[in-house]
């Protein structure tokens, strides 16, 4: 079977962990006993390891900084992973514990899932209808809640869907994955990205695209494989294999069932606008056969359209959302935050640490709004969206600051841009904000010391 020939992996950095011994075991910061290594990618090495703590086995995925640096792309990719990861729980995706840095390597402390790739299977020959429609339903659950996050994934492939010991699956690689603040001005993705033969016809015609809609034009590629056996768009030649895509130029085999057949066609359609959607999936009468609805973990930081926001399950109706301690510390740490791993590429502060309580805050923040002659379009759940009056750039420049509480009299405040040009946003942030909010500011992220970071 010829599928792996075309694929096109990324791969994070490489590196080896900062251990010590204890009790004649080597660890990693002293909380996880290193064990056998797993593999290498082009950037990283992975090892098994057991949390000390609770003996639960672990993947732990290690990188340089250094080869991040020396790797175009490289560190924004890493940064990405991270930060999609963090916002998504659930059954079906591999979760992500935590990360670990030191200032020459980062530690990715991940579920070690034992069974391998779905490719190892696939590269077998076709699945069993049965077995490929339960994986199929996976995997549709797992990206239907990731869409819900305002993530889209655009690199499915089942070199990045894993099975655990129970054969459940589990998608991986989120490298190339998008989050709303990267769509232009049209609500589009305009990156090309993705695996050749996976990759849907809109992301290859540069004139932009609905990454969810992808996502599922992947999904339908896949399905298809698990079924046959082998890629449905399949040519030695890339150009001509496109053409086959832009086309959507295939033939299903004949063994494959009707009602399967009927929804890889509904899948498998150039015309994003008549693409079946995920409703549309799992009320399909071959999809729900033997359905089974798993129940997504709630993420750290509940979000919508990949904002992070209130839930009913996560904090009371008239009270802020709580910043978990594992985030502050990424976040405001020098010695943690990700950010200052990349020094090339640092940004302006967009996040700090308030001296004071939350109700001080917002009234501070609907203060700088009027002071910088912007409007508040809202203020409900302890968020703040703030618009300029005037068009931009790149259209009207649109703000959201939104409180986390810490303790009664500590909170973490994040500006994020919703629309408008990155320029004038980070104009406004150091111009505008800092100044205004300098009162009630204990410390911006990236600008705290080692000392004030062991204090938090």
Known sequence: MEIRSMQQNIHPGEGSGQSSNIAGRRTLFGKYEMQRFLGRGNFAKVFKATNITTGESVAVKVMKKE???????????????????????HPNVVELKEVMATKSKIFFVMEYVRGGELFAKVEKGKLDEDLARRYFQQLISAIDYCHSRGVSHRDLKPENLLLDENGNLKISDFGLSALPGQRWNDGLLHTQCGTPAYVAPEVLRKKGYDGAKADIWSCGVILFVLLSGYLPFLHENLMKMYVKIFKADYKIPNWISKDARDLISRLLVVDTKRRISIPEIMENRWFKVGLTRPVAIPAAFPEEEGERGSSSSASAPHSPPFFNAFDLISSMSSGFDLSNLFEEKKKPGSMFTAKCGVPVIMSKLETVAKQSNFRVVSDDDYKVKIQGKAEGRKGVLAVTAEVFEVAPEVAVVEFSKRSGDTLEYDKFCEKDVKPALKDVVWTWQGESSDDECRKL
């Open 67 to 89: 080869q991040l640096m020396k790797t175009e792309g490289l560190a924004e990719h890493v940064e990405r992973e991270i930060a999609v990861m963090h916002r998504i729980k």
